[in-house]
């Protein structure tokens, strides 16, 4: 078994920041990469950033100059720094782990990420 859990969503007022966690346990052997999507209602789940096991990043557009994606490869967890947080970021964010045996595929259950006044 591997789990994934997500933390760190919450409300938060527009222009705030949140920082979200994801661990993942169990039989990680090698990861390929980890990274995070997020879904509005009524939206598709999109890419919003992944980040290989040797660092390298890659982020949606629209969140390019305000989120940063990092990891603790020892510890099999990611990080989702979100700073000038606006409205349209409301959604449920949920973790992706990737092995290196790409059959390999884990999703966590999603946090809650509201952004609101």
């Known amino acids: 078994q591997v789990q994934v859990v997500e933390s760190g969503g919450g409300l938060v007022q527009p222009g705030g920041s949140l920082r979200l966690s994801c661990a993942a346990s169990g039989s990680i052997f090698s990861v390929h990469s980890m990274g995070w999507y997020r879904q509005a209602p009524g939206k598709q789940r999109e890419l919003v950033a992944v980040i290989s096991s040797g660092g390298s990043t890659n982020y949606e557009d629209s969140v390019k100059d305000r989120f940063t994606i990092s990891r603790d490869n020892a510890k099999n967890t990611v990080y989702l720094q979100m700073d000038s947080l606006k409205s349209e970021d409301t959604a449920v964010y949920y973790c992706?782990?990737?092995?290196?045996?790409?059959?390999?595929?884990?999703w966590g259950q999603g946090t809650q990420v509201t952004v609101s006044s």
């Open positions: 992706n782990v990737v092995l290196r045996d790409r059959r390999f595929n884990y």
